[in-house]
């Protein structure tokens, strides 16, 4: 019984962190990270100002979060895609596919490729670009490595140049038409298909 008033807080704790980061995710994507005010998400959350410093510390670090939080839905999604593909190569192909779909999401494209690199820095996004899809991509190339498929050299310069070439690939989708989005998708795909050839071992 004496833990109950603490559980409560933390839950109430819990569900205004939430309701702070969901509002903030609404107003970055309405009006971008420069134009939107901690007073504005307050009011958008329906709670105080101070509320939303007790849980952040600035406009970056929520920022951050909400892009972080983007990031983490990409990754599961991802991941979800992955657990029933064991071909290596379709393997590839699949986080490819859901990357570059997410890239067309609206809110994504504005979150985590137009306002990330501004709000936290070039340097600061590209670490967690790399803390969250660097390591993934290297396991898939070794993979395809260890089955003969493809030859790359030590390190992972291999997998930092397609992880590159997707981060354009994807600013590329997200900046295209609506209606034009999914052939910039399928383009971007075979691109990266073919990124992946290049690397096959001479025969």
Known sequence: MADEPV???????????AAILEAAGE?????????????????????????????????????????LAQEQRLLDAVSAALASVDDPWALMAAGTTVYLEFCSHPEFARIALQEAPVALGWARWRAIEERFFLGLISAGLQTMAQSGLIA???GDIAARM???????????????????????????AKVADGFLRSLRPPT
């Open 7 to 17: 559980t409560r807080r933390q839950e109430y704790a819990e569900l205004t962190r």
């Open 27 to 67: 107003r970055f994507v309405a009006d971008g990270y420069a134009a939107t005010s901690i007073d504005a998400v307050a009011a958008a959350a329906r709670v105080s100002k101070g509320s939303v410093y007790h849980h952040f510390s600035d406009k970056s670090e929520l920022f951050e979060a909400v892009f």
């Open 152 to 154: 790359i050299p030590p």
């Open 162 to 188: 397609l992880l590159a070439a997707l981060s354009e690939a994807g600013l590329a989708v997200a900046a295209a038409p609506a209606d034009e989005q999914g052939e910039y998708q399928a383009h971007a």
